[in-house]
């Protein structure tokens, strides 16, 4: 992976334009996949888990022509 990897408390923004704050990236006890645990910085505020391989992937753009990013989640400043 040529990118960083997301740090606590970092704020990366979803192609869909939502910002998420970084909790942290855990480690399922059973396969070790590795996992962002994330809290949306919208709406109800709601904690999500993505795997870490899908956070850090690029977007879809035959799905998602309209997606301005290149990434799924850009960390923001």
Do not use: C
């Not at 990366?12 to 645990?37: D, G, L, P, Q, S």
Request: charged share 30%; hydrophobic share 35%; aromatic share 12%.
């Amino acid at each position: 992976m040529d990118r960083d990897l997301p740090k606590m408390g970092e704020k990366w923004r979803h192609f869909e334009n939502k910002n998420n704050k970084i909790i942290t990236i855990a480690t399922h006890t059973e396969t070790k996949e590795r996992f962002v645990i994330y809290q949306a910085l919208y709406d109800n505020m709601q904690i999500f888990a993505t795997p870490l391989k899908i956070f850090m992937s690029e977007v879809d753009h035959d799905k998602h022509p309209n997606a301005e990013q290149k990434f799924r989640f850009e960390k923001i400043n």
